[in-house]
T-cell receptor
Framework: GAVVSQHPSWVICKSGTSVKIECRSLDFQATTMFWYRQFPKQSLMLMATSNEGSKATYEQGVEKDKFLINHASLTLSTLTVTSAHPEDSSFYIC???????????FGPGTRLTVL | KQEVTQIPAALSVPEGENLVLNCSFTDSAIYNLQWFRQDPGKGLTSLLLIQSSQREQTSGRLNASLDKSSGRSTLYIAASQPGDSATYLCAVCRDNDMRFGAGTRLTVKP
């Protein structure tokens, strides 16, 4: 299967800081990428779906202006948490796929802690 | 290193059957285990979350069990329907790491 990496694996920042999380598909042409987050003791929830070269589709309740997604190439998607606040502290995980009917491969996740 | 295995890789059943999907993991030091459903081209849909202190969770026709000491979880689907056709994934989570199984592709035939 594809190898997916995320960077950083964990980050601690002050409130008001913008944080960028990278998701890289190391050996797979990822036309579709998914971003998820998981709050403590809660289930993993889909935030948005992005297709290479087009705008991301956000799930209901997810602020697109706060969580900026850029899927500029087939191997890289970034999630930027703008003006992060403590309530944004969560575990963020990405997955990659080639679109309809294809298997998804998951990154190891990024733990964000906002002080 | 945590390894998660799901058996079977694929399953085809007639409508109405009860079925069991299996998930095993090698490191029992987990915080929780989750079962997800994945439809083609879609993101994951969370089905059930079992905390490490729990033994099972139920939602509608779904029941998931967790035996942490033996490194096993099962997802039981009662009275299967064609709409249940999807890939089912289990994932085990620790603090900074989540590991997924490869999934079981389920087909329920009308």
């Amino acid at each position: 299967g594809a190898v997916v990496s995320q960077h950083p694996s964990w980050v601690i920042c002050k409130s008001g800081t913008s944080v960028k999380i990278e998701c890289r598909s190391l050996d797979f042409q990822a036309t579709t990428m998914f971003w998820y987050r998981q709050f403590p003791k809660q289930s993993l929830m889909l935030m948005a779906t992005s297709n290479e070269g087009s705008k991301a589709t956000y799930e209901q309740g997810v602020e697109k202006d706060k969580f900026l997604i850029n899927h500029a190439s087939l191997t890289l998607s970034t999630l930027t948490v703008t003006s992060a606040h403590p309530e944004d502290s969560s575990f963020y995980i990405c997955s990659v796929g080639q679109g309809a009917g294809d298997t998804q491969y998951f990154g190891p996740g990024t733990r964000l802690t906002v002080l | 290193k945590q390894e998660v295995t799901q058996i079977p890789a694929a399953l085809s059943v007639p409508e109405g059957e009860n079925l069991v999907l299996n998930c095993s993991f090698t490191d029992s030091a987990i915080y929780n285990l989750q079962w997800f459903r994945q439809d083609p081209g879609k993101g994951l849909t969370s089905l059930l979350l079992i905390q490490s202190s729990q033994r099972e969770q139920t939602s509608g026709r779904l029941n998931a069990s967790l035996d942490k000491s033996s490194g096993r979880s099962t997802l039981y689907i009662a009275a299967s329907q064609p709409g249940d056709s999807a890939t089912y994934l289990c994932a085990v989570c620790r603090d900074n790491d989540m590991r997924f199984g490869a999934g079981t592709r389920l087909t329920v035939k009308p």
